[in-house]
């Protein structure tokens, strides 16, 4: 399961243990007076399986499915009436509770529902794009609970019936979201811009979150600017006052070393005009150095106006290049 490819059209997915992905890469595509670009997203996709098909660890039998059906039926609620909040909170109690069916240390440990579950929806997602496939559409993205369509608008009523027809078939949810543009590096970092001009991003381009380290945000911000409004590159980076946007925190074992200071475990640095591409932060423990760190300046304490060396010039350069790495160059 973890190596099968399939290709459909001119995609080529993969499927694996967490999901069927595709396997795209530096793609840039946009919607027009003449075609549609359309995100389709099951919802609550593997929830629903599981209630479906009644998939509750032996250890509990039919409470848990009762306690899980309400969990699902109160995020699904919470989504509808764009209560972020308490849907974002849900979503963590029932997609870990499906998460923990993995988990030999939890309760739920049960890995033949958890591959039941995946495999049953990488299997209803391929029949779906190859019946959207069959109609003359083009899927070009697929990740674990959704699809993203581009198409001439003639084909769009075609599209729509297709989704219908799957969904009786199924009975899962679609819900549609249209995009103006979608730039991916790759199906796990990618910018969407949506008709009214917000965006969506996931991977380097989801933004800040208490999920992961800063890593240089300017650069993922400028590229989303320049996608979504045009925004040159150099006016974002060099716009931007905020010195968090400018910073990367790196994990290091043993603690970190520069210029003979001890800094700690955890170290936060910007790239630095005034220092030398040849210097770079080092393990205490062996000298080795910490990754990324050439040219840059530790600052391990947030400043409350923005340091006079910042490298604007490798922000700048690293955007350029990410811009070219997700087709838009």
Known sequence: LRNAKITIGETEYQMGIGGLHSREKSQYVVADDDHILADFDVASFYPSIILQQKLAPTSMGKPFLQVYQG?????????KAKDTVTADVLKIAVNGSFGKLGSKYSALFAPELLI??????????????????????????????GIVVHCS????????????????ETSFELERTDYAAIASRDVNNYVAVKLDGKTKGKGIFAGDSLAKNPDYQIIPNAVTAYIADGVPIEDTVRGCKDIRQFVSIRKVTGGALWRGELLGRAVRFYASSQIPQSENVAYATNSNKVPNTNGARPLMVLPDKLPDDIDYRYYITAAEKLLCEVGAC
């Not at 190859?130 to 070009?140: L, R, Y």
């Open 71 to 79: 969990l699902v039926t109160r995020r699904i609620a919470a989504k």
């Open 116 to 145: 039941q579950t995946t495999l049953t929806g990488q299997l209803c997602l391929l029949m779906l794009i190859e019946a959207i496939e069959a109609v003359g559409a083009k899927v070009i993205s697929a990740n674990t609970d």
């Open 153 to 168: 608008k003639s084909l769009e009523t075609a599209v729509e019936v297709v989704c219908w027809d799957w969904m009786l």
